[in-house]
């Protein structure tokens, strides 16, 4: 009797889905359960299932690239995911874009979204979050117009891009090495065989582009890593009493499993300093605890002033939080990896094996290190002369020379 139940209740849902949804919509929550059992951490499938049955990847058309007008402005098409505030990777996207557009170059955005929503939905918020951005936003399932150049963003993105007709040399920003967000397996293949689709990488730090040339044979640049000194600065006078993690269950590659008993451990031994989290809200760690959440980018320098020490994770490439923290004179301790020594090179990071007593171990000597104040100005200053512009820079010379040829 139970088991006729269940029966009738699995038809019941499949004909409710089936009618307001259609059998694609049947289809879709069939793809979602494979992700899941593929290592996916969302209810929908992160590329479209069309997209990838679109594409042969052995099977490359012929690049064609407009000609460059007279002046030499070119128009820059980019494929996303729908950008959101506080996205290190859009933002770093948005940098780029916004230093091509200083240059008198053109750029479009399209978005690749996988829920369904519209690019009309999601351009107030853009808008907002990204000011800077002047150019036009549009879905790239209507299809792309020609430009010169046709840049993928993220490892779903590639797909679009590959099999879109318009013309425009085909680039990748690269930012991480995606297919270690997921076990082996399905997911982590199709985000490893986006690199060899024929595209130029433009990627953030040498590990990468070292990395894609060496592995998969993909032409790749990279730019080094700025520093926006104008938001993460030394604050003169601030009295430092904590240490600070960078908590994101959401991002397994920032191994809060790691950080979380590491900061356990340093409260044992330091039960005076403050502990401060951000990112998501993670719970209490105990008494001197702070669990800031998610915070603008101002309210996180205060954080850092406030800070010895920061603790952040990077179990694929560095992110963007060690520079932060260092332009505001509070030191990065970061688990030791090729990946973060190659992309930081940076004198003031403290490195430590990535268990939770080393790290523990590597934030106490930070908090007892003598002067501090002096600590943090040579900190801060290690990074003053950074910037963004650098990256745009250089990614301006990578255009000219691939598409002036």
Not at 61 to 88: F, H, I, K, Q
Not at 330 to 346: F, S, T
Request: charged residues 20%.
């Amino acid at each position: 009797m139970r088991v006729v139940q269940q029966l009738q209740r699995r038809a019941h849902q499949v004909s409710h889905i089936v009618r307001d949804g259609g059998v694609r919509q049947l289809g879709a929550r069939a793809l979602a359960r494979a992700a899941r059992r593929f290592g996916a951490d969302t209810e929908v499938f992160p590329v479209r299932l069309e997209d990838v049955r679109a594409a042969d990847i052995s099977a490359r058309r012929p690049v064609e690239v407009p000609p460059v007008p007279a002046d030499g402005a070119l128009t820059v098409n980019w494929v996303s995911t729908p950008p959101s505030p506080g996205s290190g990777g859009h933002t770093t996207m948005f940098r780029l874009i916004e230093h091509l557009q200083s240059l008198g170059h053109t750029n479009r955005l399209y978005l690749y979204d996988v829920y369904g929503s519209r690019a009309a939905d999601h351009e107030p918020v853009i808008r907002a979050a990204f000011p800077g951005f002047r150019g036009t936003v549009h879905d790239v399932t209507g299809g792309m117009d020609d430009a010169h150049a046709v840049f993928a963003t993220a490892w779903m993105t590639a797909y679009p891009v590959f099999n879109d007709p318009c013309a425009g040399k085909r680039f990748y920003l690269v930012q991480d090495y995606e297919p270690w967000f997921f076990p082996a397996g399905g997911l982590s293949a199709l985000a490893e065989n986006t690199y060899r689709m024929g595209f130029h990488g433009f990627t953030a730090g040498r590990y990468l582009a070292d990395k894609l040339r060496t592995e998969v044979g993909m032409p790749a640049d990279s730019f080094e890593f700025g520093c926006d000194a104008d938001r993460y600065h030394l604050r003169e006078g601030v009295t430092r009493d904590g240490v600070v993690f960078y908590a994101r269950r959401l991002a397994p590659r920032r191994a809060v499993e790691i950080g979380l008993p590491a900061l356990e451990i340093f409260a044992e031994r330091h039960p005076d300093v403050r502990i401060h989290t951000y990112g998501e809200k993670i719970g209490s760690l105990g008494p001197n605890h702070v669990d800031h959440g998610l915070v603008s980018p101002d309210a996180l320098n205060d954080i850092y002033n406030r800070c010895y020490a920061g603790l952040t994770l990077s179990m694929t490439n560095v992110s963007l939080v060690p520079h932060e923290m260092l332009a505001a004179g509070c030191v990065p301790v970061v688990n030791d990896a090729v990946h973060n020594r190659v992309v930081l090179d940076n004198d003031h990071v403290r490195y430590a094996p990535a268990t939770p007593h080393d790290l523990a171990r590597a934030l106490s000597e930070v908090v007892s290190l003598p002067d501090f104040a002096t600590v943090a100005r040579t900190a801060s200053s290690s990074v003053s002369s950074r910037s963004w512009d650098a990256a745009g820079h250089d990614l301006d010379k990578v255009l000219r020379r691939e598409l002036l040829v």
